[in-house]
């Protein structure tokens, strides 16, 4: 065999791509396709399908071997390139997303100074020697409830069940460290007083005393002296108050300390 005819034959089974796949398919609709079988030879249609199919086989085989005779000769044919066989993207679920509770932080609190509370039904004690009462006078000294570690109010209550003709009212706030007024107040008229504030025997003194021609009705009344102090809770047990009246031509007096706050 010269070189042209293995030439031949090895581009005549290169050139050949049996397509099995398509003769069978082909082969399937002529047998159930009416049309097609009308239009098959006769020879066809008298075979039975099981027939056809094998024929078709041999077909393959033979062009099979062909290919291998062409090898055995010269080298075989490459074979045709495959079709990469596209990748399908597995679905991606989606995980639910969990979203932590915020950790509260730490609440940052300022600690100031808080006043002392006292309770509404206590009455401070009146100190040793005082006289709370006298005639128709009664008196009451106590801190003030808004009372503070930088500022303080004394207060004084005083009761009388009979006008009074003359009035004088003193506060001492002894001098405890860096004690400065700040103020004073009285439930009765401001112009029926003459009010005087001073340093006197190392204490501030508060003063009020009734102007002449001016009476006093019966009744509860409040006077109150206010001041700053040096930081800290101040002691009160120095401090006193004396009150001196006149009812119905009667002298008389009342004094005594101010109790601490509860």
């Known amino acids: 065999m010269n070189d042209e005819i293995r030439r031949r034959l090895r581009e005549a089974a290169e050139a050949h791509e049996p397509n099995r796949a398509r003769i069978l398919a082909r082969v399937e609709r002529g047998a ?33 071997g ?26 991606t679920v989606p995980s639910p997303s969990v979203t ?3 950790t509260p932080s730490a609440r940052s609190t300022t600690t100031g100074p808080a006043p002392t509370t006292s309770s509404g039904s206590a009455r401070p004690t009146p100190p040793v020697g005082s006289r709370a009462e006298d005639g128709p006078l009664w008196s009451e000294g106590s801190l003030d409830v808004h009372s503070t570690i930088y500022w303080a109010q004394n207060n004084l209550t005083l009761k009388t069940t009979k006008p009074l003709t003359s009035l004088t009212v003193e506060l001492r706030i002894a001098q405890t460290g860096d004690v400065r007024s700040t103020g004073n ?24 005393v009734l102007k002449p021609g001016r009476t006093v009705p019966a009744g509860q009344h409040e006077f109150a002296g206010q001041y700053n102090h040096a930081t800290g809770v101040r002691k009160v047990k120095r401090d006193s108050y004396r009150v001196h009246a006149q009812a119905s031509g009667v002298s008389v007096a009342v004094w005594g300390g101010f109790g601490p706050t509860r």
Do not use: C, K, M, N
């Open 32 to 64: 159930a396709d009416p049309i097609v079988r009308h239009r098959t030879p006769s020879i066809a249609r008298s075979w039975p399908r099981a027939a056809i199919v094998g024929l078709i086989a041999a077909a393959t085989l033979a062009t099979g």
């Open 66 to 91: 062909l290919a291998v005779a062409v090898a055995a000769i010269g080298g075989a044919p490459s074979p045709p390139a495959s079709s990469p066989t596209p990748a399908v993207p597995s679905p």
């Open 100 to 102: 932590s509770a915020p």
């Open 185 to 208: 107040w009285q439930t009765l008229p401001s112009d029926d007083f003459t009010v005087t504030v001073q340093e006197s025997g190392g204490a501030l003194l508060y003063r009020w």
